[in-house]
């Protein structure tokens, strides 16, 4: 496929994940400084969402719920494989909605990660209120709206043969 290089690809892929990892960590300390040193006094609501305090040490729904361990190991796991997939892609325009859209779940899952390891839970403080949905972060909605766009992705714009860089060796 011919099509054009963009040699600043990695650079952006970079930027990207920086800037949302300080946003997502920036977020956290606003939430633990206004939430949670005033015991959540300082809830704000309006009909759609609220900002709540919430120490977890689980994944979504409560799920591993005090199994900071292994949810690291799978988390540092995914997130290795996802900058694989990352580095290898191709520098090419066609790509640039991948690469964008990978970097925003890598952020997200750094975000994250980056609380698990060293504060010993994720910061979560956005409640929805007008759905029972548990209460997440910055870096939450990062993943989820990534694998939306990259679920998208994968089934309107590429094919099953774009992929194949990911698995193809040199000299083959």
Do not use: H, W
């Not at 006094?41 to 900002?51: C, E, G, L, R, Y």
């Not at 719920?65 to 900058?83: E, G, Y």
């Not at 899952?109 to 980056?114: E, F, H, Q, S, V």
């Not at 939450?140 to 766009?149: A, K, S, T, W």
């Amino acid at each position: 496929m011919s099509d054009k290089t963009i040699k600043i690809r990695p650079l952006i892929s970079a930027l990207i994940i920086a800037l949302l990892v300080v946003i997502d960590q920036i977020s956290k300390v606003i939430a633990y400084n206004t939430l949670a040193v005033n015991g959540n006094a300082s809830t704000i609501k309006n009909a759609v969402f609220s900002f709540y305090y919430v120490e977890n040490t689980g994944i979504s729904f409560s799920m591993l719920n005090s199994k900071m361990a292994l949810i690291i190991v799978i988390t540092t796991i995914i997130l290795i494989c996802l900058l694989y997939v990352l580095i290898k892609t191709p520098k090419t325009l066609y790509y640039m909605p991948f690469s964008i859209t990978l970097s925003v779940i890598v952020a997200g899952a750094i975000g994250n990660l980056y609380d698990r390891i060293f504060r010993g839970y994720v910061i979560d403080f956005i409640m929805l209120e007008f759905i029972d949905f548990p209460v997440f972060n910055f870096a939450d909605i990062c993943v989820c709206v990534g694998l939306v766009i990259l679920v998208i992705l994968i089934f309107f714009r590429y094919k099953d043969k774009d992929f194949e860089f990911i698995f193809r060796f040199k000299g083959k």
